[in-house]
């Protein structure tokens, strides 16, 4: 009886364990990150298209449901236009609402299996659920393009915008490895766990590659961080940026989880934090390089999908 009961118990811990584990894949760039991404779209669209720009912060403004906007000055001191303060919440509002009814998982994602060269025939995939970022974004572009939504339909659709369109350039929201170790897929790297050096802890794959851009949410430091990307990331330097397929995007991000992330299937894994081997020499650079430009990309595209809105 007592045996049957420990068993009970920690089968129920590793049922909340997965669960916790499934619940944090929604995050992508981690909060700044999604800051960083509307910060570039807010600057890029200002030189382009100022009165474009202080319409979507109208907007923004305008979307009553979600108190952040009020707080916002507090929240997010800027030394100059404070219009910029709407895009940074907006960006990271999807993530701020978990646990509430605004929140919506399987939208932050889309989970393209990946079977690596050589694995069984027993590893099976699974499918991409059909509910998720890439059908999302064309829904929120619809709204905002609609002569009948409401005023809080669109700002709501505007903060999803922001937020779907930063999630799909990062490479494990399109991406689930399966292989011997992952037989019902990695969770986009959630379950997959790496050591960035010899005297760091175990990190899931996706929470690193979240983290690897910008850790502060202080908004001075985003926007200066911001000026120094586009200045050394500018349009010019991204052949692809003009490329406004979806679909694109999605298999841009793909690619990059084969080839940078899981590199090609030789990553290797660890399904425990404590049994994490240190990633290979060069990783941590070439993740960074990757990362930012996918910033920089989502940040670009952003501010053109709103230039052609308004």
Known sequence: MAFTIRVLVLRL?????????LSGS????????????????????????AVAAKTVAEILWG??????????????????????????????????????????????????????????PWVRTKPAKPVNVNGMIREQIAILRSTTATAIDKGRAMCWLFHL????????????????????GDLGGNLFFVRPGQQERGINLHKYWDDSVIGTDRANAIKNYGIILRRNIPRSSLPSVGMSDI???????????VSAVYLQGDLTPSTTQGRALVVPEGYNE???TVAEKRIMLAGYRLSDILAQIY
């Open 247 to 257: 679909n694109i995007w999605q298999r841009e991000s793909y690619d990059l989880a």
């Open 26 to 49: 929604v995050f992508s760039w981690n909060r700044p990150g999604h800051m960083l991404v509307a910060a570039v779209a807010y600057a890029d669209l200002m030189q382009r298209d």
């Open 165 to 184: 369109v930063g999630d799909i350039h990062q490479p494990l929201h399109t991406s689930a490895l399966f292989t011997t170790n992952f037989p019902n």
């Open 63 to 120: 979307f009553e449901n979600a108190k952040l906007y009020r707080q916002a000055e507090s929240q997010y001191p800027l030394e100059q236009d404070p219009r910029l303060r709407y895009f940074m919440a907006a960006a990271r509002w999807p993530d701020d609402v978990r646990g509430t009814s605004e929140h919506r998982d399987t939208w932050h994602y889309i989970n393209i299996p990946f079977k690596p060269n050589g694995q069984p």
């Open 286 to 288: 070439n993740m960074k």
């Open 13 to 21: 811990v590793s049922i909340c364990i997965y669960v916790a584990i």
